[in-house]
């Protein structure tokens, strides 16, 4: 984020704004963030202005970027499959790295045109581990011991979605 006058004469305005490269072209997009008000008035209230204004700047870029996600998503599917998961409470059937496990496996399945995680890569959303093959019948074995309690699990959270629907 910066500082910029715009406009000519008397009608020059003080903005914050953005740059953002267009992809796949040299080309540059300006975003105003906000306009202050206009640079004859604030110089007059104000001479140091535009150095206070640099700082204020700096400081909400600083505060968007800590706000900003590390990750960046390049597929985004995954949160449905997560808010649904939430919904169903699988972590608590199945526990925390069971539970972690699968839900990497059916999210890269989901999203990916290829049937098995290549060994040593991170998947391209939510930072997840690839899974080996050793893994994946792992977790199937362990599945099969929580089938009862899984199936106990999707029943009462189907049931209570009929009876929303109903009412």
Excluded at 38 to 50: D, G, K, M, Q, T
Excluded at 125 to 148: C, M, Q, R
Aim: hydrophobic share 35%; net charge positive.
């Amino acid at each position: 984020m910066y500082v910029a006058i715009t406009g000519k004469g008397k009608s020059r305005v003080v903005q914050f704004c953005e740059q953002h490269r267009i992809a796949k072209t040299n080309k540059k997009k300006t975003i105003v963030v906000k306009t202050i008000g206009n640079y004859e008035a604030l110089l007059r209230e104000n001479p140091n202005i535009i150095l206070e204004l640099k700082k204020e700047a700096k400081r909400l870029t600083d505060e968007r970027k800590k706000n900003t996600s590390k990750n960046i998503l390049f597929r985004f599917g995954h949160s449905l499959v997560y808010s649904l998961w939430k919904e169903i409470d699988l972590k608590e059937v199945l526990g925390e790295a069971l539970s972690k496990t699968l839900f990497s496996l059916v999210v890269y399945r989901l999203g990916s045109s290829y049937s098995t995680f290549l060994e040593n890569r991170k998947t391209p959303f939510l930072n997840l581990e690839s899974i080996t093959h050793s893994d994946f019948y792992k977790t199937l074995l362990e599945l099969e011991k929580k089938e009862k309690d899984l199936i106990e699990c999707f029943n009462n959270f189907f049931e209570k979605k009929l009876e929303e629907k109903k009412i």
